[in-house]
């Protein structure tokens, strides 16, 4: 309980942390959040630059801060992951250990209750063989009987340890078979053999007292009292000795126990510590961030709103618009902070309650731990002290009765002492528990809280009622009887966990079953498929051998018709080759014939005066003509013959090179069959390696199978041997007290309720099991679906690529077949999964018929019926039966296993078969689809896909393979399955699906057994090491006897030494001195004996303590290689580098002195181990001379022994500091490790910041870059204001020209007016008299109008003038004051570029300087590793010094050799120096005894004169015999002396050794002073480099944090500035569009100036709309922005809401186990009233019983009182029937008289079908009385009983016959459990209870309410009859059978006889 509440605690604590750090986290973000969002409301702006440049910082500040809390978001939940899986492990491990101890606890339990039952029984055996022994005699001789009982107690305890080890492993097991009947009857036969022996031994002990008592001799009964008093001694030693090791086990368990508990606890607290740390680190952080941001935030607000009111200001008139979109968008972020702020105080709110909760319920976990603890401490004292009470109570017992028995004897007074001094001490230690258990009380009252002191109180007043109660138990032996009690009811727990375990074990059988039977069918179907597949396969061959064999003789044929045709060639080219031989040689001959005649020719026409000789050459001439002209047609013909042959050898070519043609198509027709046949005969060879390879595979798991199932056999055997041990307790408990009786009732009670849950839960599973299977069944025809889409897809494609290549069509088609044959088989085997099922339901139903069976027939044995024995023997003999048919079922669903695996491995190989086929079906269409692109692409994506998917089923598959730990089928592997085949692979999946679905179960099997074995080799284990303790005892016993015997044959020889020498009466002096000279050496000899006793223990001693310390240094070894794996995983993890190279080489290093160390142990054990053991040769061996040698050598080799010991002890000392130093580096290199991870943070962190600053210069250098483009944009505008000024100027010169010209015209007019008035004067006088005056003068006026209008023309230009001089000096002025501006501007700007370079150049020596730090680290590293390679070197050099030293060390050990040598040589020569002395000793003792008989001659002479020959004569003998006991004892002692001089050299040698040794270890520790020196003195380097560098980094952090500030002022300047530019520069816009109001005021006039106007208003519209755009983008981001961080709000609470939840669910959970706890409560409660219910239903059930009892015996007094006697109301009612009935149906009423009467049906239809010849004057009419044909009259019937005569005979009377057989008395009710259905009969009695239960099932039928005394009273007929139907004045047949009458008793019907047969029975009674 402790273990659970404890392991619960640390699971809600590491919860509890994650929750609350998750927490941490999250209100941290909200916090930050808030503040994002309150200081955007308040630096709201009007301003839009300065706001975008706002925004723009404070959405980098969101982000940054957003993906920090994501990171650490990601981290926390990583952390909170392995927290989990931590916790679930540790939960895990602690729940193993605590069931262990459990066990354990219970295990202990059960044998101290076994052995206190056992100590009772022989007290009481012990008690009354004393009161026997009182009885039988007077004198005190009841030693032997307490000498007796003690041998058997002491005897039993240690025989009882292996008998309680060996029959407790039943009691947990899980594999229990039914045979715990037979086991009981062999347990029950082991007791009474057991009894028997004790009898034996009884009446031994009474015969020895009875014959001590008469005998009566005083020197028997003293021997006999000393030998009993020693066995009585040696017994309480045996029994002192087993209760320490008994003791010793107990603490060991404890402080096992605690030490796990106070590990548990330890983890528990250091990871609630860890969480407090982090939740504290976290807490901070937020602190700080808060501190820095408001600290930060405030200054720079101040300074920003003093600008923004002076801008504000100044720009009031303009931004107005502005202004109230900046209010409104205020008073919007002001709600939305409202808002923020609102749910930032409700989420605080649930935070805090969350920390209130989380806070509640560690308190609560740590009190119910510290509650677990003290209760498990409490009760731990109570069983404590319970045992020590019980221990004392049976010493006080003992003694009373020991004190009553024997008052008188002094040896008993001395134990009555020893056991009053015991129970003294025994009181005391009660009395410090009962102190200590006060203590422990007051503690818990102290500790305990206040909500629970109430409980704490009444737990300790229920402790103290169990103390008083033990106290009064002390009084009484009432604890014995409850003992037995328990001992009763946890046989019977033992017996409802054995059925439960049975039952667990039939039903995975049946499924075992159910599974191997649906894989069979499965393995039929595919055999049956793959055997068609083959003989398809077969066929083909044989037709391709066919084909074969065709081809074979068409190629002979061909063959010899080639050789013909070469064979004629041959000839005709020989022939022809003659002809040309032949044409040849013609040629010749023309050639020569015509040189001739050219010759003769030319003769001819030289002489032609030769006339006669001419004519005799011209007549040859022309017979040589002719002779030509026959040579040429012979040479035509030859010719033509040639050409002919020419020809047909062309022909014959031509057909030569068809034939080859066809011989080449032919062969490689050949080679492609051959081929088709290789490939055909690969394949069947491929599937036949397969199929012996899946056979030897199938063979393996056979033998597998069969050993598993051998060792579940022995297993069985064993359980069997422990279930008859567990039921012989039973029995000895059940005959101790009847109580057990009732116990056991109400424990099947409680299991046939847990049964009737058990099924409910097993009919719960199977509806859970259709659901799953229907639901596989709908996801299938889903899948099915999907394939079915994907197929269509890719008959699609394949239909494109048809026009491609035609051979895919086919390819389509067989891969269409062979899905179809697919589906067909997997509807085939659903169609046998759902019988499957159906079987598995009806194998179920039986199961649980079994189960009751068993339930009745422990039921049946659990009561007490007067003959017990026969029905127990029946049930043996039935359960005999059963366990056969059960083995024989079992053998049988082995072979059908056997078969169906046969069948899968056969159906695998088929189906990688198909793969392969599918394989080069594939091959061929990618070959075929490689012309298209997109195809194939697609293609291989769906491929790849369904690799993947095929890769990681077949990936689980192998996992549940392993995980099942039975090697089931390995999945095929590189399988390439293409599209078409999807169907088939999911089909394969889903089978393979529900093949696990029943594999389970196996599996579930296999680990029971598995553990089973594991507990039966663990127990075994104990059983062997008692077995051995036993062995070690019998051997000590042994020897103490051969001691004893050895005493005996001492005293027996001294005795017979005392007889002679009372006998010779005689004494002489030779005769004393000799006795004295044998006592002396009987006292050296037991002085010798007592120190062999004395070494022997010390090496026992010592030998323990030697496996102790080799236990302790594997330990060590053990952790230290632990201790090196986990530090290469952390320098593998942390230090890749290989930093911890130093640390690795120092502990190798110490790991190997260490060994060397415990070698070096182990060489001075043994030394010490031969020294002890020629210290017990030279002690064992008696010696007058060397006595004080010997003692002084034993002392010299204690101190030896001791100071050894103390430098062992020192050596361990040394091995834990070195451990500890280990550990202590260990823990330096964790925290290496973890400084460096933080350092790489920061350094990760720092590189942010950096990144950071590079982000924010180069936004600056932009802004720069935009200021620069921006006063040149200023710088452009002002030109132009230059140019339109010079152009004005210009315009204004133009002007002045222009009116100076106006101004001299006139004047110009005016002379040349004068002087043409002059030149006109001239002629004027004969003109000017025509002129009038009149005209003169309007030209005159009209003149001076026109000067006039000059006039004003040059005045208003003059004005005009005036001003635009005013206005240009004005611009002028203006344009100088702006030009003084932009000098100014340009003067800032070049000083803000100054500081910006100064920035510049301030950040690169920054950089620079880390540069420098980073290469000073690098240099740091560089000479840290080169100091790492010097230790390196070191190391070498301290190898090859260490080799060198093993060298000289080698050179000693040869020296040392030789000096051996030397030494044994010297020893040879002194031993020989000891046999000459010894042979010059034995030569004077040989001279002494001549002396000394010459002396006794004189003697005799003297004697003999005397004349006591006689006497001399025996005194001679006597002499004689003495001399050669001195002779030999001489002897002895001189071999003494040899043995002890050499023991002296052997020593010397050792002490050499030892001096030897010493300088070894002296050298060593040197050696190792020296290590540990420098191991400190690198320790001290690193601890200084380690400082120097966190030094640096401080320095560096410093340097840091001073250039962040640097660059904060330098941001924040450069900001003022950039803010003051901004502000000039919107005052010299301010200037411009006044110049600009100016100017058009000016060139209102002019063209150009309005034109000029006008372009500036269309830039102003075009800049205004550009801001209008840009505040609408601002406005959207700001919007968008919002919408993210809403998002992320909303997603926040989302996850707050969960958290909520989750506590929510925890705080249902603990309400709903309260809830639990006390419905089970109430459970209890209501199973107490239940268990009421049931004792007063079995007294009603004992009253029933008695009741039936009585009735039967009544009816068998009626059976035999009305044996053979004939019903005559019923013949009487029967005969008048068949008058009264109507004769259509008379036939019938005949039948059934027939029947009743014996007669057959066939003799009844032949005298029927008589009567129906006859007439009706048939054998009726014979029977009454030979009447012949008289028809009976038809008497006029009673209306009364007409009404109910009116249906036939034969039902009236089968209705008679059903109120016969239903009973009229209510039928008893049983309980509901105890009553069981009629059909489980048991099966050896199958042939009656079968037919026993049809007829009950018939009448139950008939009668409509069946009663549950049917099935056993085989449907009898009731004792009373209740009215039937026809009971109410119908027939006489009809009415009910009265008191008076004499009733039938009850006959049993079988289902196949009819109601004549049960007439006939009756009848025949």
């Known amino acids: ?310 801008s504000l200001k100044e720009a009031a008139e303009q931004h107005k618009k502005q202004l109230e979109d900046a209010q409104r968008k205020q008073v919007a972020l002001q709600l939305e902070r409202d808002e923020a702020q609102e749910e930032n105080a409700g989420l605080l709110q649930n935070y805090a309650r969350l920390q209130a909760s989380v806070a509640e319920l560690q308190t609560r976990v740590q009190e119910q731990e510290g509650k677990a603890l003290q209760k498990a401490q409490l009760e731990h004292e109570i069983q404590m002290l319970r045992s020590n009470l019980a221990g004392a109570e049976k010493e006080i017992e003992r003694l009373r009765s020991l004190s009553e028995t024997e008052p008188r004897e002094e040896v008993e007074h001395a134990d009555i002492l020893e056991l009053n001094t015991i129970i003294g001490t025994l009181q005391q230690e009660k009395l410090d528990l009962q102190q200590r258990l006060k203590l422990a009380e007051e503690q818990t009252v102290s500790d305990a809280g206040a909500a629970e002191e109430s409980g704490l109180k009444g737990e300790l007043e229920r402790r103290e009622r169990e103390l008083k109660a033990t106290e009064e138990e002390r009084d009484t032996l009432m604890c014995e009887l409850e003992e037995l009690d328990r001992q009763n009811q946890e046989a019977t727990q033992h017996m409802i966990s054995v059925k439960e375990q049975l039952s667990g074990q039939l039903k995975e059988v049946e499924s075992e079953l159910m599974r191997a039977t649906s894989e069979l069918k499965t393995v039929k179907e595919q055999r049956t498929t793959l055997e068609q597949e083959l003989e398809m396969q077969r066929e083909k061959v044989s037709q391709s051998a066919f084909s074969l064999n065709d081809l074979h003789m068409e190629k002979q044929q061909l063959e010899r018709t080639v050789k013909e045709l070469r064979d004629k060639l041959g000839h005709v080219q020989e022939q022809s080759a003659e002809a040309r031989k032949d044409a040849t040689d013609l040629r010749k001959t023309l050639q020569e014939r015509e040189q001739q005649l050219t010759a ?81 005969q690969a394949a069947l060879s491929r599937t036949v390696r397969e199929k012996d390879t899946r056979i030897e595979a199938l063979k ?312 089973k074995e594991t507990e039966i080799s663990q127990l075994n284990e104990r059983n062997l090491s008692l077995t051995k303790q036993l062995d070690q005892l019998a051997v000590s016993r042994d020897e103490v006897g051969k001691l004893s015997q050895m005493i005996r044959q001492k005293d027996l020889e001294i005795q017979a030494l005392h007889a002679r020498v009372s006998m010779g009466g005689g004494h002489s002096q030779d005769v004393l001195y000799l006795q004295q000279q044998l006592q002396a050496l009987a006292v050296e000899r037991e002085q010798m004996l007592a120190v062999l006793n004395e070494k022997t223990r010390e090496n026992s001693q010592l030998r323990s303590d030697y496996h102790r310390l080799m236990d302790i240094v594997a330990g060590k070894e053990a952790a230290l290689v632990k201790l090196q794996q986990e530090n290469q995983r952390l320098s593998n993890m942390s230090d890749p580098s290989g930093s911890q190279e130093m640390f690795k080489e120092t502990i190798q290093n110490l790991s190997r002195i260490i060994r060397e160390k415990d070698i070096e142990i182990d060489a001075l054990t043994q030394k010490c181990q031969t020294l002890v053991t020629v210290l017990q040769a030279s002690g064992g061996e008696p010696g007058a001379s060397s006595g004080g040698v010997s003692s002084n050598q034993f002392e010299e080799l204690l101190q030896e022994r001791d100071t050894l010991k103390q430098q062992v002890k020192k050596m361990e000392e040394w091995k834990q500091q070195v451990i500890t130093t280990v550990k202590n580096m260990q823990h330096e290199s964790a925290q290496l490790h973890e400084e460096l991870i933080k350092l790489q943070s920061q350094v990760s962190a ?71 008035s002059l030149t006109a004067e001239v002629p004027s006088p004969p003109i000017a008299s025509l002129l009038n005056d009149d005209t003169f003068q309007k030209e005159l006026e009209k003149l001076q109008a026109q000067l006039a209008e000059k006039e004003n023309l040059i005045r208003t230009l003059q004005e005009n003038n005036h001003r635009l001089s005013n206005s240009a000096s004005a611009s002028e002025n203006e344009q100088r004051s702006q030009a003084e501006e932009v000098r100014l501007l340009r003067e800032r700007l070049e000083s803000l570029q100054r500081s910006v370079r100064e920035k510049d150049l301030l950040i690169k020596s920054k950089g620079d300087q880390l540069i420098h730090v980073s290469e000073a680290l690098r240099n740091r590293d560089n000479d840290n590793e080169v100091l790492k390679q010097a230790v390196t070197n070191l190391k070498e050099r301290a190898l090859i010094l260490e080799i060198d030293s093993k060298k000289l060390k080698e050179e000693n050990e040869l020296v040392a050799a030789r000096s051996r040598e030397k030494e044994s040589e010297f020893r040879a020569l002194q031993e020989t120096n000891m046999q000459v002395s010894l042979l010059l000793r034995e030569k004077e003792f040989e001279l002494s005894a001549i002396s000394e008989k010459a002396a006794t001659v004189e003697r005799m002479l003297t004697d003999k004169e005397t004349g006591n020959s006689g006497e001399l004569n025996q005194l001679l003998n006597e002499l004689k015999s003495m001399q050669e006991k001195a002779v030999m004892f001489q002897q002895e002692r001189d071999q003494m002396m040899m043995a002890l001089k050499q023991k002296q050299m052997e020593t010397t040698a050792v002490q050499a050794e030892l001096q030897h040794v010493r300088d070894k270890e002296q050298r060593l520790n040197l050696e190792l002073e020296r290590l540990r020196n420098h191991l400190l003195e690198m320790e001290d380097s690193y601890t200084r480099d380690a400082i120097a560098a ?60 309005q034109e000029q106007a006008n372009q500036y208003a269309v830039s102003l519209s075009n800049l205004q709309m550009v801001l209008e755009q840009f505040q609408q983008e601002e406005k959207a981001m700001y919007s968008a922005e919002l919408e993210k961080l809403k998002k992320e709000k909303e997603e926040w609470k989302r996850k707050a809401l969960l958290l909520e939840d989750q506590a929510s669910a925890l705080q249902m959970n603990l309400d709903e186990a309260n809830a639990a706890l006390e419905s089970a409560s109430r459970l209890t409660d209501q199973i107490d009233q239940k268990e009421e219910q049931i004792e007063e239903l079995k007294r009603q059930v004992d009253l029933r019983q008695e009741m039936l009892e009585e009735a039967q015996r009544k009816l068998m007094n009626l059976l035999n009182s009305t044996e053979g006697k004939i019903d005559k109301v019923l013949m009487r009612n029967l005969f008048l029937g068949y008058f009264h009935t109507p004769k259509a149906k008379r036939a019938d009423v005949l039948r059934l008289t027939g029947s009743v009467l014996g007669l057959s049906r066939e003799e009844v239809d032949k005298m029927l079908e008589e009567d129906a010849r006859r007439g009706v004057s048939g054998w009726m009419s014979s029977w009454l009385g030979g009447r012949g044909a008289q028809s009976v009259p038809n008497t006029p ?39 069981k259905p009629l059909s489980a009969a048991p099966r050896g009695r199958s042939s009656t209870s079968a037919s026993t239960a049809a007829a009950a099932a018939a009448s139950s039928r008939r009668a409509g309410d069946s009663s549950p005394f049917l099935a056993p009273r085989s449907a009898a007929v009731p004792l009373l009859a209740r009215s039937g139907p026809g009971g109410s004045g119908g027939h006489l047949l009809m009415k009910p059978i009265s008191d008076a009458l004499p009733t039938f008793t009850p006959v049993p019907v079988s289902a196949e006889a009819s109601a004549g047969a049960v007439l006939k029975d009756l009848l025949k009674q």
């Open 1 to 310: 309980m402790s273990s659970w509440l404890g392991g619960l605690g640390s699971g809600l604590g590491q919860s509890l942390g994650q929750v609350s750090g998750s927490l941490s986290t999250f209100t941290g973000q909200i916090s930050t959040f808030t503040k994002d969002m309150l200081l955007e409301g308040v630096e709201e702006v009007g301003d839009a630059a300065t706001e975008l440049q706002v925004s723009n910082s404070k959405l980098a500040e969101v982000q940054a801060g957003f993906a920090a809390q994501k990171s650490e978001y990601d981290r926390l939940k990583k952390l909170q992951s392995e927290l989990e899986e931590k916790l679930e492990a540790s939960e895990i491990q602690i729940k193993q250990q605590s069931a262990e101890y459990r066990t354990l606890l219970q295990q202990k339990d059960v044998e101290i209750s076994h052995l206190k039952a056992r100590q009772s029984g022989l007290q009481e055996e012990v008690q009354k063989l004393q009161h026997s022994a009182q009885s039988a005699s007077v004198s005190p001789a009841v030693l032997p009987v307490t000498t007796a009982s003690l041998t058997t107690t002491s005897s039993s305890p240690s025989g009882f340890l292996t008998h309680a080890s060996g029959s407790h492993r039943g009691f947990h097991g899980d594999e229990i078979d039914i045979s715990d009947v037979l086991w009981s009857q062999q347990e029950i036969n082991r007791l009474s053999a057991e009894v028997m022996r004790l009898e034996a031994e009884l009446g031994h002990w009474r015969r020895m007292s009875q014959a001590s008592s008469t005998s009566g001799t005083a020197n028997g009964d003293q021997g006999e009292n000393l030998k009993l008093q020693k066995m009585i001694k040696e017994l309480r030693d045996e029994l002192s000795r087993e209760v320490d090791e008994h003791q010793h086990e107990l603490t060991a368990l404890q402080d096992a126990q605690r030490q796990k508990m106070a590990d548990v606890t330890r983890r528990h607290r250091e990871e609630l510590a860890e969480y407090e740390e982090r939740i504290e680190e976290l807490e901070e952080q937020i602190h700080s961030e808060e501190g820095q941001v408001s600290s930060s935030s405030d200054a720079s607000k101040e300074l920003e709103l003093q600008k923004n009111i002076q």
């Open 600 to 680: 003769a020719k030319a003769e001819q026409g030289q002489g032609g005066s030769r006339g006669t000789e001419a004519r005799g050459a011209v007549e040859l001439l022309e017979g040589k003509e002719r002779e030509l002209a026959d040579l040429r047609r012979e040479l035509k013909e030859m010719r033509s013959s040639n050409e002919r042959v020419m020809s047909e050898e062309y022909e014959r070519k031509m057909e030569n090179r068809r034939l080859k043609e066809e011989c080449e198509k032919a062969s490689g027709k050949v080679e492609e069959l051959t081929k088709h046949l290789k490939e055909s």
């Open 700 to 1011: 393996l798991e056979k033998s597998q199978i069969e050993g598993e199932l051998m060792q579940a056999e022995r297993t069985l055997t064993e359980q069997v041997k422990q279930y008859q041990q567990t039921i012989e307790e039973m029995t000895r408990a059940r005959s101790m007290d009847a109580s057990a009786l009732q116990t056991q009732h109400e424990a099947a009670i409680r299991l046939n309720q847990d049964k009737d849950l058990e099924i409910a839960k097993l009919k719960r599973d199977m509806e859970q099991l259709a659901s799953d299977h229907r639901d596989t069944n709908e996801m299938l025809s889903i899948t099915v679906a999907g394939q079915k889409q994907l197929t269509d897809l890719l008959q699609e494609k394949d239909v494109f690529a048809e026009t491609l290549k035609q051979n895919a069509v086919d390819l389509q088609k067989e891969m269409e077949n062979s899905i179809s044959v697919v589906t067909k088989e997997n509807e085939v085997i659903k169609q046998a999964l759902e019988e499957k099922d159906k079987q598995l339901g009806s194998m179920k139903e039986e199961n649980s018929h079994l189960k009751e069976e068993i339930d009745r027939f422990k039921d049946q044995q659990s009561r007490p019926p007067p003959l017990t024995e026969p029905k127990t023997l029946d049930i043996i003999t039935e359960l005999e039966t059963e366990i056969a048919q059960l083995k024989s079922s079992k053998n049988s669903t082995e072979e059908e296993l056997q078969t169906l695996r046969r069948t899968t491995e056969e159906q695998r190989a088929s189906l990688l078969l198909s793969q392969q086929t599918l394989q080069a079906q594939q091959s061929e269409l990618e070959q075929a689809h490689a012309r298209h692109q997109q195809t194939t692409l697609n293609y291989d994506r769906l491929i790849h896909a369904r690799e993947e998917e095929i890769a990681r089923l077949q990936q689980t598959l192998e996992q549940l393979a392993d995980g099942q730990g039975r090697g089931h089928f390995p999945a095929p592997q590189g399988v390439v399955i293409m599209q078409e085949h999807k169907t088939q692979t999911l089909n394969q999946e889903n089978g393979n699906e529900k093949h696990d679905l029943s594999k389970g179960e196996i599996e579930k099997l296999v680990r029971g057994i598995k553990e």
């Open 1246 to 1316: 720092d590189s942010d910041c950096s990144s950071k600053l590079s982000v924010d210069y180069a936004r600056l250098i932009q802004s720069y870059e935009q200021k620069e483009k921006r006063l040149g944009g200023l710088s452009l505008e002002l030109a132009q204001v230059q140019q339109t000024i010079s152009q004005l100027s210009t315009t204004k010169d133009v002007l002045l020209g222009k009116l100076d010209g106006v101004a001299q015209t006139p004047e110009i007019a005016a002379t040349q007016l004068g002087d043409r």
């Open 1590 to 1649: 966190e030094d640096r980094e401080t320095e560096l952090r410093r340097k840091v944090a001073l250039l962040d500030d640097k660059l904060t002022s330098s941001s924040n300047a450069v900001e003022n500035a950039s803010q003051q530019a901004n502000m000039q520069v919107e005052s010299l816009q301010e200037q411009l569009s006044v110049v600009v109001k100016q100017r058009d005021d000016t060139l209102l006039q002019l063209r150009t100036s």
């Open 1837 to 1875: 019937q009673r209306p009364s009983s007409d009404q109910g005569l009116n249906s036939s005979f034969s039902e009236m009377f089968v209705r008679f016959l059903e109120t016969e057989s239903t009973p009229s008395l209510p039928a008893p009710k049983l309980p509901v459990h105890d009553i």
